[in-house]
């Protein structure tokens, strides 16, 4: 069983920063992959990045590949999503997943993930 803590969410003017955690409990975290999505008012919930288990690889949606990050830190059970030059169409509450089967490839989808947070909003004011 894994447990996940998202933080770091916040309001902020557009071409902002933000870097959000996601804190996660159990052994088994550093042989998972991660994966953050969002949803905002009014949509579906959306891929925005995965990372595999040892960090080597990572993966983002079109819409912010080149501004937002994925890494984590496995001695501190740790992942995180840096965002930069937020855009108000980035506002949403922020998740983040694990693919509870270790070592595979975390994909786009949200049915692939076992473990989620319990989120955190981001608002990105214009």
Do not use: H
Not at 18 to 32: I, K, Q, V
Not at 102 to 123: A, I, L
Request: charged share 20%; with cysteine; net charge positive.
């Amino acid at each position: 069983q894994v447990q996940l803590v998202e933080s770091g969410g916040g309001l902020v003017q557009a071409g902002d920063s933000l870097r959000l955690s996601c804190a996660a409990s159990g052994r088994a975290f550093s042989t998972y992959g991660m994966g953050w999505f969002r949803q905002a008012p009014g949509k579906e919930r959306e891929f925005v990045a995965s990372i595999i288990w040892s960090g080597g690889i990572t993966y983002y949606a079109d819409s912010v590949k080149g501004r937002f990050t994925t890494s984590r830190d496995n001695a501190k059970n740790t992942v995180y999503l840096q965002m930069n030059n937020l855009k108000p169409e980035d506002t949403a509450v922020y998740y983040c997943a694990a693919d509870g089967k270790r070592y595979r490839t975390p994909g786009k989808n949200g049915y692939e993930y076992d473990y989620w947070g319990q989120g955190t909003q981001v608002t990105v004011s214009s």
